[in-house]
């Protein structure tokens, strides 16, 4: 199974989703590849800290190191997993972003490579479990990539007034894609974040977008500052804090992704 995170809108929490999902997915015993396909690297720097940048020169490694090898000669071609590293975290494995993917896109999307990533996670599937994947906050080839590379879409909403205009557009963009390129895609739902109870607004633009018959999921997690010690520790959710209200809700969440057999 693999899934995609995506919101053409930065900061609703694509990444904090993509990192917590997946370390939960880990530790119930799934082998779980992490791709990070935004050039801003963040879910890298979440799961493994700061990257030796002499030692792992831009071009070669992780996500870029893969498209890298698309354009070419054949006989140059690496298996997929050589651009896979290990995490501290057990069953937990990521492609890294960098940022030689900026420089790239132009030259993959006139080579028409957008059938890349899927190809090469076609070849892993019997290495991994669950594939989770990280975006950009843009519709562009690497969002682009990940949604013809997945079974599955999940999208964060981070109750604003203006997530929910920017929604719509994004459904389009979805639905565009998935007439063209991958008929199999599923919404599979939308993941209320940074939910307040206190506040009316939230709540208010929830249940619009249930009236409207967006499918929301049950589980809506909360604001905690518990997120931001997670990021700065390099340490998902899981391992920081295992009991903690937030870990509890995203624990709750993954199980309506994964009913318990
Ligand atoms: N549930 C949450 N509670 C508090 N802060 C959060 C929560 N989810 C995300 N954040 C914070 O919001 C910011 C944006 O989140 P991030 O996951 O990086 O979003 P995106 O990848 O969509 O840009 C980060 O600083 C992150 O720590
Ligand atoms: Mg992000």
Redo the contacts with the bound molecule.
Sequence with gaps: MRRVVFNQK??VG???I?CNLAAISASLGYRTLVVDL?V?G??THYLVGEIDAEAFPAEAQGVAGLFKQTVGSRKMRQNPDSFVWDTPYENLYLMPSSPALSDMEKELESRYKIYKLRDALDKLDAEYDRVYI????NFNFYSKSALIAVDRVLIPFDCDSFARQSLYALMDNVSELQEDHNPDLEVEGIIINQFSSQAKLPGELVAELEEEGFPVFETFLNTSVKMKESHRYHRPLIDLAPSHKLTRQYLNLHLELEPAQ
């Design positions: 930065g900061g694509k990444t904090s993509t935004d801003q963040n879910t990280d975006t950009p906050p």
